[in-house]
């Protein structure tokens, strides 16, 4: 209880502090190194020929889609070629398949991470650095982007987005790469490896002789962390001690995948002038998050049913799939933390966890808003919190209001449809792939857990999570090509529509706050945020849930 206390306390103050920084740029502050970075950036600009003229909604969102075509097509080209590139690719890795290299150029520009390769067979170190590493830098800096633009138009600073090449360019040199590099520099001294070499042989105490795969861990695991991003260097994520080598770098690590996502709420606040609106959304989504890990951790540290009826104690079967260094507590709040704020990445193996530790993890990607990942989770918060406006304002006969501007039909219509976008990736794909005997070829096992295995791939995908169950074939061309699409769509399409939303909002006249306004900067509303969120979710998904993860735990129940 005091360690879960301590962490959130130590979250909050990080993000009041980084809030304020992202505040400043989203607004164009000048701060005390602003003069450096302007340099930086008027040199990307001039050499990038970027116009700063303000966009509006049609150029900023074909900008945002045209710039991440471009580093897709880069990125699947070197990952078709790495065979051919002789640089930094000691362990002789082969270009991948044209679906491979397809699916793995989609999941690191959509932010989603999913990985259908292992890590160093498959994955030069060249094609670490310059396709993993580069667009997992982007991708962030593509959500901080449309976050930015999103809280000006939704706090009525501007009635456009901005212009999406000059945020873009903002986010990646004042917040990603001095960020991530503060944070890879933490990880090398906790003895996480930086190299260009491939790989190192060691003599054992035995006399035989050991191969160590190496690389530019530490900066791959930074912007991998800070991003939300997840996709690891080595095919075991984060439970591998190069990539997280003790407990120091576990918390290290999970204080960088929150930090971004709950810094755009601070920021929203402060460019509202209303503290308390950001706190209370906070405080909403952190009972979400306790609640998760509360969740989660009863039910590892319970021990796994079938290894107590082999006769195994249960302080030895709760440890099965989990690295010792961070027990239950540790493997816990890594997995409620990922799978809240969509990084993907893993302290532990999913596929061993108990149902219930899995309906938790599952539920929090299927909310989909539990902070989410970098800058467009942001967009999943302000989303539920006017669909709360609006059924709180009808159920007291008031017109909706948020920050002054009326919600209408319109933008309920598009959230309506952005909230639809989510189940129907996942549960249409999930009946499919079952029904059609796929899962089977897959060797997807039989019951509920292969059922489970086969929902949470798609949820993964359609949240941008990119955390795998794994224990069965997901590399072949149907897993790859459909887990692609999923993740096109449910990166971009609810980002446009939500854009939409906050364009919408930004060009309403601004209606005089009375008495009779519905305040949704207290408790009340807090409470009534909370609740949709859940009945939301409920709703939606509780009978996908209750066919797999609820189903086993009520099978091993005496």
């Known amino acids: 209880m005091l360690s879960i206390i301590i962490f959130f306390i130590i979250f909050i103050i990080l993000i009041a502090i980084m809030g304020m920084y992202i505040e400043g740029i989203i607004n164009y502050r000048d701060y005390k190194t602003s003069k450096f970075f302007d ?53 002789a890795a082969k270009g991948m398949s044209v679906s491979l290299a397809f699916n ?21 170190n060249f094609s670490q650095m310059f396709v993993i590493i580069t667009l997992m830098f982007t991708s962030a800096a593509s959500g901080c982007a449309i976050a930015a633009g999103f809280i000006r138009t939704v706090a009525g600073k501007k009635k456009s987005l901005g212009n999406f090449y000059v945020d873009f360019t903002r986010f990646l040199t004042r917040v990603l790469l001095p960020g991530a590099f503060i944070i890879g520099i933490i990880l090398i001294a906790c003895g996480v490896p930086e190299t260009l070499k491939s790989l ?11 191969t160590l795969a190496l690389g530019p861990v530490a900066a791959l695991e930074a912007i991998k962390h800070f991003g939300t991003n997840g996709g690891g260097f080595y095919a075991a994520n984060s439970a591998t001690p190069f990539a997280n080598p003790s407990l120091i770098s576990n918390y290290i690590e999970m204080f960088s995948m929150m930090i971004l996502p709950g810094s755009f709420v601070v920021a929203f606040g402060r460019t509202i002038k209303n503290k308390k609106q950001s706190a209370i959304i906070i405080g909403a989504l ?14 590892e540290a319970k021990g796994n049913p079938m290894l107590q009826k082999l006769g195994l104690s249960s302080a030895y079967s709760g440890s099965e799939g989990q690295e010792l260094r961070f027990g239950v507590f540790g493997t816990s709040l890594f997995s409620t933390i990922t799978t809240s704020f969509t990084t993907g990445s893993v302290n532990s193996a999913l596929n061993a966890m108990n149902p219930m530790a899995l309906f938790s993890c599952l ?58 976008i989510h189940p129907i990736l996942i549960l249409f ?8 005997g796929i899962a089977e070829h897959s060797l997807v096992l039989h019951g509920f857990h292969g059922y489970s295995q086969v929902l949470y791939e798609f949820t993964s995908a359609s949240a941008n999570n990119g955390s795998l169950m794994g224990g069965y074939l997901n590399g ?3 897993w790859n090509i459909l887990t692609a699409i999923i993740m096109l769509i449910g990166r971009y399409v609810p980002i446009i529509l939500l854009l939409a939303v906050g364009v919408s909002l930004a060009k309403k006249k601004a209606v005089p706050q009375t008495v009779g306004t519905f305040r949704t900067d207290n408790l009340i509303f807090g409470f009534m945020f909370l609740c949709i969120i859940m009945i939301i979710g ?3 998904f509780v009978p996908a849930l209750a066919i797999g993860p609820v189903s086993e735990f009520l099978k091993f129940l005496p």
């Open 286 to 299: 952190l009972i979400l998050i306790v609640i998760s890990f509360t969740v989660i951790y009863l039910s």
């Open 200 to 210: 190192v042989h060691f003599k054992t105490i035995t006399g035989s002789v050991q």
């Open 476 to 478: 072949s061309a149907y």
């Open 538 to 540: 409920a709703l939606t």
């Open 363 to 420: 539920g929090n990607m299927m909310l989909n808003t539990l902070f989410g990942g970098t800058g467009t989770g942001f967009l999943s918060i302000i989303m539920y919190v006017l669909l709360t406006v609006f059924i709180c304002g009808l159920m007291v006969g008031r017109t909706p209001e948020f920050l002054g501007k009326k919600v209408e039909a319109k933008e309920i219509k598009l959230i309506a449809l952005t909230i639809l």
């Open 104 to 124: 793995t150029a989609v999941s690191f520009i959509t932010n989603t991470d999913l990985q259908h390769y292992s890590g160093v067979t498959q994955i030069s």
């Open 39 to 91: 340099k930086i950036d008027n040199f990307i600009y001039k050499i990038c020929s970027i116009d700063r003229e303000e966009m509006s909604f049609k150029s900023y969102v074909i900008a945002l889609l045209m710039t991440n075509l471009i580093l897709f097509i880069i990125g699947f080209i070197i990952l078709l070629i790495q065979g051919l590139i002789p640089i930094w690719n000691g362990t």
């Open 429 to 436: 794909s999930t009946v499919f792939t079952l029904l059609s």
